[in-house]
């Protein structure tokens, strides 16, 4: 939504983000030399090298050095859902959902298996729909953090399922709540 063509986006009317987790955070939780890789990776990439392919030990499928940087660097091109961004971040990152004429429905599960567990995912999820509907009330940003406050008319919405595993296999009724959120968006 944020770098397609635009004729392309218009066509849009709903959007479901299901599991927004942070690629660059859910790395923590594997093993390896990240920083390694990440290095070897923007070297690559400074020498014009972005589409050779990793080295098999650095991800678990075959990956570029551009798609590495895009997804594990601090403010790559695909790190949209860190919670150690800044509200001011987030904004910048996410805000621009906010000005496109669709609904939104993110939707993050409180047992996501991909998440460190120092992430505060409730909270997270609020941060997130809080800066993708900023745009959409014209206000300003201002620092206090204000990701409780109900927009009047949101195009993004949370939704969070507390049990729910990342591909929401596990969680008792989640699924259910999850096809039924999705349904009324699609009303």
């Known amino acids: 939504l944020k770098h397609g063509e635009k004729d392309l986006i218009d066509r849009v009317s709903a959007c479901v983000l299901q599991a ?3 690629d660059r955070e859910s790395q923590t939780l594997s093993p390896g030399d ?6 070897y990776a923007k070297q690559l990439v400074s020498q014009n090298k972005g589409e050779d392919f990793m080295p098999r030990e650095s991800f678990w499928a075959p990956i570029s050095a551009s798609r590495y940087v895009s997804l594990f660097d ?3 091109d695909d790190d949209f859902f860190s919670s150690d961004f800044l509200d001011a971040e987030l904004l910048e990152r996410l805000g621009h959902v906010g000005k496109l004429n669709l609904k939104l429905l993110a939707v993050y599960s409180g047992s996501d298996e991909f998440v460190p ?15 993708m509907n900023k745009n959409n009330t014209g206000e300003k940003f201002d620092d206090k953090r204000e990701c409780d406050k109900v927009e009047s ?21 989640d699924i259910i ?7 009324a968006l699609l009303k």
């Open 177 to 183: 709540r999850f096809v039924n959120a999705v349904g």
């Open 117 to 131: 567990s120092w992430v505060d995912k409730d909270l997270l999820l609020k941060r997130l729909v809080w800066a």
């Open 34 to 39: 990240h920083a390694k890789h990440l290095t």
């Open 20 to 22: 927004p987790v942070s």
């Open 74 to 76: 601090i403010g790559g």
């Open 153 to 173: 008319d949101p195009v993004a919405t949370g939704l969070f399922l507390e049990s729910a595993n990342h591909n929401l296999s596990e969680g008792d009724g």
